[in-house]
């Protein structure tokens, strides 16, 4: 065989090899484990400023260096701990009056705060709101019976095992050596530990429990006020041998910490004048400590687990969630971006089961601090959650959705206090539908047709009855509201969206923007896929849907591209930062009322001109998506592998791209990597997002196509 004919067969035989996917099976061709174990989390850093963590999804816990909250006080925070400071004197809730705005002539109410009412809005803006279940640290002291500081510790060490979810944390303090693991259940919000040492003999190793009243703040790195003793209790309950109940009041809010130790230690009470919410478990004549402490809001009659018990438990759930779903493995790769790109990958899944597989949909900054007082943004839940249909790992996501069919009554009510049809979604909440005032979480739109998204990505994988039953009545009376919504133009015979409206890039004025492109082909989407149930369901097609549908305003155009909505100005110069949400139809939604060769010249256009250090960090995989639907697998890559500040992960895989953690840079990376890997309706062949360069071999095995 001649030397060139062969060099190209062995060329495209090396391309044909280079992406191996398989689709939705129980195949496992991956060395999963040793995916994850090369990334394992390793530090000796004594001031960090993220936390390592451990947790089930419902609740986290973060630690320093010590393996505990000793000398950083992160937080310990759960989906279910929510908390309202007392209303303003002769307030109540239901007299919020909002604000009324002209709506193609006719005054609508929105939830907007008001220069009436500035008390009792600032108090619906920043209650209710996530509190600190509490610290747990270390009281360290050094042979003279003084404090033993940070800068006392010598050859400190840290290690996440991610494939077990133990950490394992040493240093050592006057030279003798102290060993702790730190892990938390996964069936119940219990956090195990175990201590090893001389110094645990020696009483120089205590553990110290502190509580702290909720903070007013938001984007509190370190949560409470532990200065207001008076304003709240802890009330010692229940005490045995080894075990402990201590109930905890905070106004109208009450939870209850029980503890659990196996060796011979007291727990005793601090001062009860300076710190009368603060205690201490004291070990006695032993060198080892372990014991749980578990957090509930209701008092809890079964028996704690013990720490050995919490650390198998740990070790067992957390390596079949590796096992479970998707995988991918680039480490055949000669691009020498593979081994970031896979140590976000990894550490994001980490992340996201730790902080975001809860009860509730997850706040923008997961479990580790109070972002946004810890109110969760509906228009968000696309971010944190769509990748685990994605990565075959549907419970996870499925556990918050109940919210849809619990929210369908007041959203129906908000949509009537409008005058329009059926149900309007909120845009900020908690654990009950009341939204934030604000103008962008009353103007907001591109939200709503998330339940309907939600709702097929269920069908898709799991088709039946019983499917269509659970989201009949949130996909049909949201598509109501939406084609109620979309306001005709007897002028053109159109139906357009908005004024007033706050759209995905949040940078225009809602009085006067109307059309954004993003939102009309979402709305064409949700109404698409409507009908599509009505016919899954044998019954007969909504005629005021089709008509909204076949008269909605095409996606706006300028100059041969298209552009952010329809009247605005100076696009390419004045609005080219935030959000590009028109590159987000054809990528991260699958392109209705899309003309692909317009949509290819304007994202590159965007690739030329945007402003990528003023985005948010969701934006760069949405962009991806967009690339890889397009045809530039390379240019996707580029997009995930972006050198902007806004899309940086640090040690422990907790990203940047908005007030800092910003979890939605995680969730979407684990989504653009699945659509790349996974394909997307239509697409063809193995990894079909990634490059066919020769530089990247790609194994993934058991994704689920994007739509």
Known sequence: MKPLIQAILIGALSLSLATRCTMTDTKQLIDRKAVVDRHRVISDSTHPKSPAQVGNGELAFGVDITGLQTFVPFNTLSHWSWHSFPLPEGQRTEDFKGSMLDTHGRMVKYDIGNDAQPELSSWLAGNPHLYNLGRIGFLLLKSDGTRAEMSDLKNPHQEIDLWNGIIYSSFELEGKPVNVETACAQTSDVIGVSVMSDLVKKGQVKILLDFPYPDAGQFSEYMGDYTKHEAHSSKMEKTGKNSAVIARKMDDAKYFVSLNW????????????????????????????????????????????????????????????????????????????????????????????????????????????????????????????????????????????????????????????????????????????RDWPHPIHALLIW??????????????????????????????????????????????????????????????????????????????????????????????????WDDVFKKLSPLPQQDGLYITHENIDSMWTNFNFEHPGLTGVFGMLPGDGVDTACFKKTLEKVFACWNFNRVWGWDFPMLAMAAARTGNPEKAIDMLMHPSPNFQFDEHGLATGGPWPYFPSNGALLTAVAMMAGGWDGSNGDAPGFPKNGLWVVKCENFNKMQ
Not at 276 to 303: D, G, V, W
Not at 314 to 327: M, R
Not at 460 to 467: C, D, E, F, I, K
């Open 447 to 544: 939200q709503q047709p998330h339940s309907i998204y939600f709702a097929e990505l269920d069908y898709r994988l799991h088709p039946g009855q019983a499917t269509l039953d659970k989201w009949k009545d949130v996909v049909f009376e949201t598509a109501e509201f939406m084609a109620d919504y979309a306001w005709y133009d007897e002028n053109n015979d159109r139906y357009i969206l908005g004024p007033p409206v706050f759209i995905m890039s949040e940078n225009t004025k809602p009085e006067v923007t109307f059309n954004p492109a993003f939102e009309l082909s979402y709305w064409r989407f949700g109404l698409r896929t409507a009908q599509l149930w009505k016919e899954r369901l044998k019954q007969v097609r909504d005629p005021k």
């Open 262 to 433: 196996t060796s011979n230690a007291d727990l005793l009470s601090g001062d009860t004048i300076s710190s009368p919410h603060r205690f201490y478990l004291n070990p006695i004549q032993s060198s080892k400590i372990a014991f749980t402490c578990k957090f509930s809001p209701e008092e809890s009659s079964l028996p704690l687990l013990t720490a050995s018990q919490v650390f198998m438990e740990s070790s067992g759930s957390w390596s079949e969630f590796w096992k479970s779903g998707a995988a991918i493995d680039l480490s055949g790769s000669k691009d020498p971006r593979w081994k970031e790109l896979e140590r976000r990958i990894v550490l994001s899944q980490y992340l996201m089961k730790v902080n975001e597989a809860g009860s509730f949909p997850p706040q923008e900054s997961g479990l580790v601090n109070n972002g946004w007082f810890g109110r969760y943004h509906f228009e968000m839940t696309w971010w944190h959650l769509v990748h685990y249909a994605l990565w075959n790992r549907w419970p996870e996501m499925d556990k918050s959705l109940h919210v849809f069919n619990d929210f369908l009554p007041t959203s129906k009510k908000r949509a009537a206090e409008q005058g329009y049809k059926d149900a309007r979604w909120p845009k900020c909440t908690a654990d009950f539908d």
